[in-house]
């Protein structure tokens, strides 16, 4: 007799541990599957806002682009005057242009230094901008040459901030990007037709601060077309990735 009730004993506690298993793995399933679905949905929702965020990234460059290319530029009178004199001297000083003129030929040997003064970052001390006229300074085909931005440091030493080969219409913006003035590159380029002495295109390139140095951003480019008097306009930004610039739309 307690042999037959120690089976059923066994008997029911087997089967009550087998369903207390099954009802275990049943959970786990279940609890497993509603974890997969959390994660699935973390997942989805975390996609959501990286596409969100890079969206209201794309319209905020994309704002910026537009601010930028719509702003005020006050292209810089360069000057002659030899009330800088002083500022000359620090930019002969700086790039060492007594050595070049020493190997230049022709009427360019002697530099001619054109001077201006800017506070491109608002703390009350103006940078020297010099546009550099010289055999060593300037392209083969002439036109464009040295424009140079000097700087003092905090222990008010001038030092060398940007320099570029550019062609002597260059503006400063309205706008600033990380404390310091947009700087505007126009070019025009003339062709002749018929005789006569006609616009072929314009180009602005756009030169932002990015916290440590001015790097090229935008570029906005007409190309006309005397003959049907009509005009082709494209702009595009500098892609830091391939170093080149890519066309772009809806703006």
């Known amino acids: 007799m307690k042999m037959k009730n120690r089976t059923v004993v066994f008997i029911f506690v087997t089967e009550s541990l087998i369903l207390l298993i099954l009802f275990f793995l049943s959970l786990v399933s279940i609890y497993g599957f509603a974890e997969a679905d959390v994660l699935e949905s973390a997942k989805i929702f975390q996609l959501s806002q990286r596409i969100a965020k890079n969206e209201r990234s794309i319209v905020k460059i994309d704002q910026q682009i537009n601010s930028i290319i719509n702003a005020e530029v006050r292209y810089i009178e ?30 360019m040997k002697k530099a001619i230094i054109r001077i201006a003064l800017e506070d491109l970052n608002g703390d009350g001390i103006k940078e020297i901008l010099a546009y550099i006229i010289q055999f060593e300074y300037c392209g083969k085909g002439g036109g464009y040459c040295t424009f140079l931005i000097l700087q003092k440091d905090k222990a008010a030493i001038w030092k060398e901030l940007f320099r570029i080969s ?25 062709r002749v037709s018929d005789k006569q002495k006609v616009k072929d295109r314009q180009e602005v390139i756009i030169w932002t ?6 790097k090229p951003y935008v570029k906005s480019e007409v190309i006309y077309d005397f003959e049907a008097k009509t005009e082709k306009k494209t702009l595009m930004r500098w892609d830091i990735e391939t170093s080149s610039w890519k066309a772009l739309e809806g703006l």
């Open 209 to 214: 601060w990015n916290g440590k140095q001015y």
């Open 78 to 107: 360069f000057s002659d005057s030899k009330k800088y004199d002083q500022e000359r001297s620090v930019v002969y000083k700086i790039t060492n242009m007594a050595e070049s003129e020493k190997y230049s030929e022709g009427s």
């Open 166 to 190: 550019a062609y002597p219409d260059i503006g400063i913006a309205n706008t600033r990007k990380h404390g310091y003035h947009d700087i505007f590159f126009r070019n025009i380029i003339f």
